[in-house]
């Protein structure tokens, strides 16, 4: 089973309102990734960590094979949501992969390479690079799952990347979508401009 987690718990701060619920085309931003990742058919599960606003960014997720998973810890830092989903995670899981909320412009055939090349080469990690630029969804085996849960919260993903150097292969891809991250005002519009 491969499974998506998506990162949807911030509070926005910098943008000023949740970003997950802001249009982007006919959806929303958090609509547009979790499309990304229920279009692919490598796919079997997503799941949305929710934090800030929780309830009513619920409401809005409606894709089959997705669930929302509550991190009541979500004001320490995005590690714990990261944390959070590892923990919902189905025993069945082989490849689990990172997106997140503020990348609307990935695309589908960016997660379908990631986890067809994790399917038949068997690498540990997958990081997505565009013109040398690392980004998002990073993916690897669900079996590091437990090392990340025993991590300090305090912690990053960049500190288990950097536990691993030798187990990471990155991906030359031609979607920009992986490096797009809209934190605040000028981001978003700026991306509203490309549509």
Excluded at 50 to 71: C, D, F, M, S, Y
Excluded at 74 to 88: D, E, H, I, N, W
Excluded at 111 to 127: A, D, G, T
Excluded at 187 to 192: A, H, P, Q
């Amino acid at each position: 089973m491969n499974v998506a987690i998506i990162l949807a718990a911030g509070e926005s701060r910098r943008m000023g309102e949740p970003k997950q619920l802001l249009p982007f085309g006919n959806k929303t931003m958090l609509g547009c990734v979790i499309d990304a990742f229920a279009a692919s058919v490598r796919i079997d599960l997503i799941l949305v960590v929710l934090g800030h606003k929780a309830h009513e960014i619920a409401g809005t997720i409606t894709q089959p094979r997705t669930a929302g998973v509550r991190n009541p810890a979500y004001a320490k830092g995005m590690f714990t949501s990261v944390q959070a989903g590892l923990r919902a995670l189905p025993v069945t899981a082989k490849a689990v992969l990172i997106g997140l909320c503020d990348q609307p412009c990935l695309q589908t055939a960016t997660v379908e390479s990631l986890v067809q090349k994790f399917e038949q080469e068997r690498h540990k990690i997958l990081i997505p690079v565009y013109l040398g630029r690392q980004g998002h969804p990073l993916l690897f085996r669900a079996s590091y799952a437990k090392k990340i849960l025993a991590m300090d919260e305090s912690l990053t993903l960049k500190h288990f990347l950097a536990n691993h150097p030798d187990d990471i292969v990155r991906v030359v891809t031609d979607d920009e979508g992986v490096l797009v991250d809209i934190d605040d005002r000028n981001d978003y519009e700026r991306e509203l401009l490309k549509k």
